[in-house]
């Protein structure tokens, strides 16, 4: 109970955060030290790829569109849970100890929260067993119970990160699908009700996975590595605007993708090179009609997540909004572990009863927190 109430106290925790993303390529860990307010230290990081056997038949899982009972979804959440176990423990060693506590996130199956439902996979109870550590896990159900979105929720983070940078500014991930976060002006005494800082965020469009799936379909590549592909092809301007003429780019925020919301099979046909620069217009394209439909134009865009190592994305959105265009590391931050240093922090919220999640965000009906806590 002494170690319980530890948790629940006020005092910062070492945490590792864990993040599989919608693009599927592996699992991302890393350390951080917060009491859920503010952000104490940064640990190191690491990722670890999926083997491409495992990775495919993930994708194949994904991809069926199962529902919970699934004969082969307990057999895969267990082998998902035991890689992120691995994960910890390679981790610990390289720091010298365990943390205090984990957060999971999981690996997204879909997102319905028009039907109050989203799926990721990930026994939180047999990871806490594996490590013989507390596990904070299901960090979305709470928010889409209520009728929320569910997602993003890096948009919490994301404002501790730019805190001290000049507003408004955006944040842009561009992960298996893409999401922004716009940050404005501080509030004075906002009250419990309301984020401290004007604040939106919301899921813009596809990330990287329909180019990924692309690339892995036509030639058998995992992605389109220094946009090699996509910089050799023309964007085909009629299937672009097909595809950006789906409702959900006119509906306003607060809003929210499942990984295969959209159809590509309007680019069969194309090149492969044509079809990848479409898609990359695409993601950019889509990214840039969601600023244009924040509050206030941005000062600055800073871009994590991997779509910023696609030098033609990153162009492409420069010329699109006309903005200064920036990877997060431009601020000292690392835009590969983002997301797991996330989880971290928000099992550490989710603990002590904080919100993860605000109206301006989700468009829950009032702050919320969320998470369940798995004892060993």
């Known amino acids: 109970?002494?170690?319980?109430?530890?948790?629940?106290?006020?005092?910062?925790?070492?945490?590792?955060?864990?993040?599989?993303?919608?693009?599927?390529?592996?699992?991302?860990?890393?350390?951080?030290?917060?009491?859920?307010?503010?952000?104490?230290?940064?640990?190191?990081?690491?990722?670890?790829?999926?083997?491409?056997?495992?990775?495919?038949?993930?994708?194949?899982?994904?991809?069926?569109?199962?529902?919970?009972?699934?004969?082969?979804?307990?057999?895969?959440?267990?082998?998902?849970?035991?890689?992120?176990?691995?994960?910890?423990?390679?981790?610990?060693?390289?720091?010298?100890?365990?943390?205090?506590?984990?957060?999971?996130?999981?690996?997204?199956v879909w997102h319905r929260p028009h039907l109050r439902q989203t799926w990721q996979i990930g026994d939180g109870q047999r990871l806490a067993r594996a490590l013989k550590l507390p596990v904070v896990f299901d960090f979305r159900s709470a928010d889409v119970a209520s009728g929320g979105?569910?997602?993003?929720?890096?948009?919490?983070?994301?404002?501790?990160?730019?805190?001290?940078?000049?507003?408004?500014?955006?944040?842009?991930?561009?992960?298996?699908?893409?999401?922004?976060?716009?940050?404005?002006?501080?509030?004075?005494?906002?009250?419990?009700?309301?984020?401290?800082?004007?604040?939106?965020?919301?899921?813009?469009?596809?990330?990287n996975a329909l180019l990924d799936d692309w690339m892995l379909k036509h030639t058998g590549q995992v992605m389109d590595r220094d946009a090699r592909t996509a910089s050799a092809g023309r964007v085909d301007a009629a299937r672009l605007h097909k595809l950006l003429a789906a409702p959900f780019f006119a509906a306003p925020p607060p809003k929210s993708l499942d990984r295969l919301a959209f159809?590509?099979?309007?680019?069969?046909?194309?090149s492969v090179a044509d079809g990848a620069a479409t898609l990359v217009e695409f993601t950019a394209a889509s990214i840039a009609k969601a600023i244009a439909q924040c509050p206030t134009p941005p000062r600055h865009v800073l871009v994590t997540g991997g779509g910023r190592h696609n030098p033609l994305m990153m162009a492409r959105l420069k010329a699109l909004t006309g903005l200064p265009i920036d990877p997060i590391e431009a601020v000292g931050c690392d835009g590969d572990v983002i997301e797991a240093q996330a989880f971290g922090y928000f099992a550490v919220r989710s603990l002590r009863g904080l919100p993860l999640t605000y109206p301006e965000i989700t468009g829950a009906p009032r702050p919320l927190t969320g998470g369940r806590l798995a004892l060993a």
Do not use: C
């Not at 501790?160 to 404005?184: D, F, H, S």
């Not at 159809?263 to 194309?270: H, I, M, N, T, Y």
């Open 263 to 270: 159809d590509v099979a309007v680019l069969e046909g194309l």
């Open 149 to 207: 979105q569910g997602a993003p929720l890096l948009p919490l983070f994301h404002a501790q990160i730019v805190a001290e940078r000049p507003k408004p500014i955006v944040v842009a991930n561009i992960g298996g699908v893409a999401n922004i976060t716009w940050l404005g002006e501080a509030r004075p005494q906002a009250g419990a009700a309301r984020f401290p800082f004007a604040i939106l965020g919301f899921d813009t469009g596809p990330g």
């Open 1 to 108: 109970m002494d170690e319980l109430a530890r948790l629940k106290g006020s005092e910062p925790l070492s945490v590792i955060g864990l993040m599989s993303g919608t693009s599927m390529d592996g699992i991302d860990a890393a350390w951080v030290e917060t009491d859920g307010h503010v952000i104490a230290a940064h640990g190191p990081s690491l990722t670890i790829p999926y083997d491409p056997a495992f990775r495919a038949r993930l994708h194949r899982f994904v991809a069926a569109v199962p529902d919970k009972h699934h004969p082969q979804a307990g057999a895969l959440e267990a082998a998902l849970t035991d890689l992120h176990a691995a994960a910890v423990k390679t981790l610990s060693a390289q720091v010298g100890r365990a943390p205090d506590a984990v957060g999971f996130h999981g690996q997204t």
